[in-house]
């Protein structure tokens, strides 16, 4: 295979991955039921030792 062949596969097949595993965080983050786990997140900096 050559480098532009190459190029070309990572160029649409790239692009596809980045926006299944886009949408897959998307998803993950606006499920239902996942507010109680972001908010347990978002207060651990606040936690004392």
Known sequence: MTY???????DSWGLLYM??????VV????RPGGR???DDAATIPLKED
């Open 4 to 10: 532009d062949s190459l190029r070309q596969a990572a």
């Open 36 to 38: 109680k786990s972001a």
């Open 19 to 24: 926006l299944i595993i886009f949408l897959g």
């Open 27 to 30: 998803a993950y983050t606006f």
